[in-house]
């Protein structure tokens, strides 16, 4: 079962991610190796394949660099939530078919080191250890579809303006603007996602 | 209902007469703008999947800037690698080391970026262009990749937030004072995925210069772009370039256009504002507080303009930078750095014990020219105050106008540079 990593503070930026002085290289082995080094130095030598972060809000902040993207993903975390994200960071999760989820309760949720079952389906995450549920805003249709395609570069070259814009990811969930996720709507639910 | 400014654009660029916010888009990029540190990446994208070219080479501008001249054996390859797809590819716009600059800056004053286009980069203070009445913002390195292939991006069309400024500031007080009043109050997520559109009084008699530095900070609210609507400013900075407005398409908002939010600034009210760590929105009043300094760095795409330069001159004329403190002063590119040697400001920076550094993004990253070490206390005139922004993680980094690190430079100590209001006005102003 994967493990969860809790860095609850706000405004976590690209800077703490992935220092700048790493910048040469975009290896996602090579950037693995220095994954928060600024905020956690011994984060990359727990974090295992399949584990599950867990942030404050505003998370990725900052840069561009899609490196905080890659070295992530390089030391083995295969989902984030978050109460939101940082615009530049959560359009580079969608590009890179990563998964970015936005959930207002799960840090309050969850303590570092918990063990937790995350449904896709359902839309929800449970602690192992409390039992308890938090729910995650729907993936939008959009995002599933660019991390189908395999990555942004795939799913542009791949498909017509039509059918680009025909997506939907008018969730109230990328609505991030004020650090609160809206309100759900039946109309924002991406197509085989349920609330729980 | 009515439009702003920046869904005007967006549409323009998507085909589409109306376009309403969280509605997704296929949006043309006029313009993309590389460099060196996140191009390379974009450019092995490209060439993995068999689609390796370039939707224009006429449209792409290419200046190496992060960590130029080389600061190590890495840095010169993805230079040389930026360097030779611009020669394979035929990209027409080079501004190599010598000629450039500061992608941002050297950008806005070619002339090739007009009112109405849109740009990419893969570079978050790519808003910086905003201020020409563009839609211009940052994306990752995927995203380049595309717009370097296609000459398009996707975009959810985003909200406004209009940010109204009235009055005049108090002498001594800048733009930048004014951006990080309005991060202060907006909270450094304010802007998420909003557009940040600047109007009022105060803003209709800002020189461009400062209209830069305004809408270069709009990704420290986390915005996507900043924006300032064209006007006779704007016309004359383009006429200077030789850009006519036949060649260009003025948008404005509409008197009903929808905005997410408004704020209100009263300039004359906003005092010299320092960001303390570790974030933009951690302003209060510079000398409020007794800070001894050891670094000063004045530099950056936000406030390495000549204007900048002038400021700090004014202060350090006849001063000298106290002992123990390291002042860096990096003019934003090589027609900067030519110009401040000609109005003899170099001279004064080199008299008073300052540090001139060649044209580049230098230490404000971290990456070179000036980084942090353990415990540093640096004031200065850059963007970003993250833990380990400028280097060490335990040093402290402290944002302000130009005219706040110069103050704080000579005293030692974090200062309010209103004490050099007398300097105001003078040949150097």
């Not at chain 1, 249709?141 to 008018?170: C, I, N, P």
């Not at chain 2, 110009?339 to 044209?359: H, K, N, R, T, W």
Request: net charge negative; proline share 4%; hydrophobic share 40%.
């Amino acid at each position: 079962m994967p493990r969860v990593h809790v860095f609850a503070r706000d405004h976590i930026n690209t800077d703490e991610i992935i220092p700048a002085r790493y910048l040469t290289t975009d290896i996602e082995s090579e950037l693995a190796k220095f994954a928060m080094e600024d905020y956690d130095k011994d984060f990359v030598n727990r974090v295992k394949p399949g584990d599950i972060m867990v942030t404050g809000a505003d998370f990725g902040c900052g840069s561009s660099r899609e490196h905080a993207v890659w070295c992530l993903r390089g030391a083995g975390v295969s989902v984030i939530l978050a109460p939101n994200f940082a615009r530049i960071f959560y359009r580079n999760a969608i590009n890179n078919g990563f998964l970015a989820l936005e959930s207002e309760d799960v840090v309050a949720a969850f303590e570092d080191g918990d063990e937790a079952e995350l449904d896709m389906e359902a839309g929800k995450i449970t602690n192992q250890r409390t039992g308890q549920s938090v729910t995650f805003q729907p993936v939008p249709q959009f995002a599933l579809d660019v991390k189908a395609a395999g990555g942004w570069l795939e799913y542009m070259r791949d498909h017509s303006k039509a059918e680009l814009e025909d997506e939907t990811l008018s969730a109230e969930s990328t609505e991030a603007g004020h650090g609160h996720p809206g309100h759900d709507s039946d109309e924002n639910l991406a197509p085989g996602t349920q609330r729980a | 209902m009515g439009m702003t400014i920046a869904e005007k654009i967006l549409a323009a660029h998507s085909g589409h007469n109306t376009l309403t916010p969280g509605q997704l888009i296929e949006c043309k990029t006029d313009w993309v703008l590389c460099h060196e540190i996140t191009t390379p990446a974009a450019l092995r994208m490209l060439e993995e999947r068999g689609m390796d070219r370039v939707f224009n080479p006429d449209q792409i501008v290419a200046v190496p800037d992060h960590s130029v001249p080389a600061m190590n054996i890495k840095a010169a390859q993805m230079y040389q690698k930026l360097k030779s797809w611009v020669k394979d590819k035929g990209i027409k716009h080079f501004y190599d080391v010598g000629r450039g600059g500061i992608a941002h800056v050297v950008l806005e004053n070619t002339g090739l970026m007009k009112p109405g286009q849109t740009l990419v980069s893969g570079d978050s203070h790519t808003c910086n262009a905003g201020a020409l009445g563009t839609f211009a913002t940052g994306v990752g390195s995927t995203d380049l990749a595309g717009a370097i292939y296609a000459g398009m991006v996707w975009f959810k069309v985003p909200e406004t937030m209009l940010i109204k400024v009235t009055g005049q500031t108090q002498p001594g007080v800048t733009p930048k004072d004014i951006v990080l009043e309005v991060i202060k109050r907006i909270g450094a997520d304010g802007a998420n995925y909003l557009v940040m559109e600047w109007v009022g009084d105060y803003i209709d008699n800002l020189d461009m210069e400062g209209r830069f530095t305004l809408a270069n900070m709009a990704i420290e609210a986390g915005g996507k772009t900043g924006i300032v609507a064209v006007d006779d400013t704007t016309r004359a900075y383009m006429a200077e370039r030789g850009v006519t407005p036949d060649q260009y398409t003025e948008y404005q908002s509409d008197p009903d256009a929808k905005y997410k939010v408004v704020v209100e600034v009263d300039a004359s009210q906003v005092e010299p504002t320092v960001a303390y760590p570790h974030i933009p929105s951690n302003g209060r009043v510079a000398g409020s507080d007794h800070i001894a300094v050891t670094h000063a760095y004045v530099g950056s795409c936000t406030n390495g303009r000549i204007s900048d330069l002038r400021d700090v001159a004014r202060i350090l004329k006849g001063n000298k930078v106290a002992e123990g403190v390291q002042m860096i002063v990096v003019p934003a590119t090589q027609l900067i750095w030519k110009q401040a040697a000609q109005e003899g400001l170099l001279e004064i920076f080199v008299d008073a014990g300052a540090s001139v550094s060649y044209p580049s993004c230098g230490a404000c990253l971290g990456m070179h020219s000036g980084v942090l070490g353990p415990n540093d206390v640096c004031i200065s005139s850059t963007n970003r105050n993250f833990v380990g922004r400028m280097g060490d993680p335990s040093a402290a980094i402290y944002l302000a106008s130009p005219a706040t690190v110069a103050a704080s430079a000579v005293a030692g100590f974090i200062s309010d540079p209103r004490a050099y209001n007398h300097t105001l006005g003078g040949a150097a102003d």
